[in-house]
């Protein structure tokens, strides 16, 4: 059985730092792409990063690029999300989800982690 | 930037009614749409991918159609289980963006 459990979410203050980890299981980790969505509270969803399996490809939302860092350690099996210079905007649960395509990338999400809220305030 | 415009943002209707749900894109898009649907307090789940690849384990009453950049997403009659937030998705290129969502509520 497939299962993404995300952690490391929780309350920080503006300008602070924050790194989210995607435990993955049941499946080839190394031969999926990777991707973190966030849903602000009662708002839409949002995409913020890709990370290839080969880990040649990564992509950011304009909204959070040269702040966050997508990377993956495939011994581990773990998704991770480096989150710097945090805004108040960035306030949300952010999902880890697979790439619905084996190898090649069709950056459409089967598979998503029940969530990690992260809280931006002071 | 790939906009996705979706319509209606709420529907109210009953068990067993036709919904139609329709999304445009900014620009062609081929068939790189998918559809997802949330309920509260879950992670969304893939329903259609490509426009209108089912994905396995989906009932039939859902189905999806379009190409370039107008597409819908059809529940042939609404179940009680399908009152959720819908929403849209295109991978043709970078950025990955969704649409705005249609919230199908009960009447």
């Known amino acids: 059985e497939v299962q993404l459990v995300e952690s490391g979410g929780g309350l920080v203050k503006p300008g602070g730092s924050l790194r989210l980890s995607c435990a993955a299981s049941?499946?080839?980790?190394?031969?999926?792409?990777m991707n973190w969505v966030r849903q602000a509270p009662g708002k839409g969803l949002e995409w913020v990063s890709t990370?290839?399996?080969?880990?040649?490809?990564?992509y950011y939302a304009d909204s959070v690029k040269g702040r966050f860092t997508i990377s993956r350690d495939t011994a581990k099996n773990s998704l991770e999300l480096q989150m710097n210079n945090l805004r108040a905007e960035d306030t949300a649960v952010y999902y880890c989800?697979?790439?619905?395509?084996?190898?090649?990338?069709?950056?459409?999400?089967?598979?998503w982690g029940p969530g990690t809220l992260v809280t931006v305030s002071s | 930037d790939i906009q996705m415009t979706q319509s209606p943002s709420s529907v109210s209707a009953s068990v067993g009614d036709r919904v139609t749900i329709t999304c445009r894109a900014s620009?062609?898009?081929?068939?790189?749409v998918a559809w997802y649907q949330q309920k509260p307090g879950k992670a969304p789940k893939v329903l259609i991918y490509?426009?209108?690849t089912l994905l396995t384990g989906v009932p039939s009453r859902f189905s999806g159609s379009g190409s370039g950049t107008d597409f819908t997403l059809t529940i042939s009659s609404l179940q009680p289980e399908d009152f959720a937030t819908y929403y849209c998705?295109?991978?043709?290129?970078?950025?990955?963006?969704f649409g705005g969502g249609t919230k199908v509520e009960i009447k």
């Open positions: 989800a697979r790439d619905l395509d084996y190898g090649l990338g069709s950056y459409f999400f089967d598979q």
């Open positions: 049941g499946f080839a980790f190394s031969s999926y792409s």
């Open positions: 990370i290839s399996g080969t880990k040649s490809d990564v």
């Open positions: 620009q062609g898009i081929r068939t790189w």
């Open positions: 490509a426009a209108s």
């Open positions: 998705q295109q991978s043709n290129r970078f950025p990955l963006t």
